[in-house]
């Protein structure tokens, strides 16, 4: 298993739901192993990098109609 870690900008989070619904999402990727998302936008995201690519993760968040920075 190698850990990394995916830290990126959520701009324009309006809600705790929007952080929960981002958070809820993100769990059930194969590979994430936590996420920390603060209503400021700022995410850091725990991921086995042989499953999973910080690139996935970002589009993965994208796909929810979030922009990622």
């Known amino acids: 298993m190698a850990e990394?870690?995916?830290?990126?900008?959520?701009?324009?989070?309006?809600?705790?739901?929007?952080?929960?619904?981002i958070e809820d999402e993100l769990s059930g990727v194969d590979g994430v192993m936590g996420t920390e998302i603060e209503q400021s936008g700022e995410a850091n995201v725990k991921y086995d990098h042989d499953i999973?690519?910080?690139?996935?993760?970002?589009?993965?968040?994208?796909?929810?109609?979030?922009?990622?920075?």
């Open 4 to 21: 990394n870690n995916a830290e990126f900008t959520v701009p324009g989070l309006e809600s705790e739901d929007d952080v929960r619904d």
């Open 52 to 69: 999973l690519s910080e690139e996935r993760i970002k589009i993965t968040v994208r796909e929810m109609g979030y922009e990622v920075e």
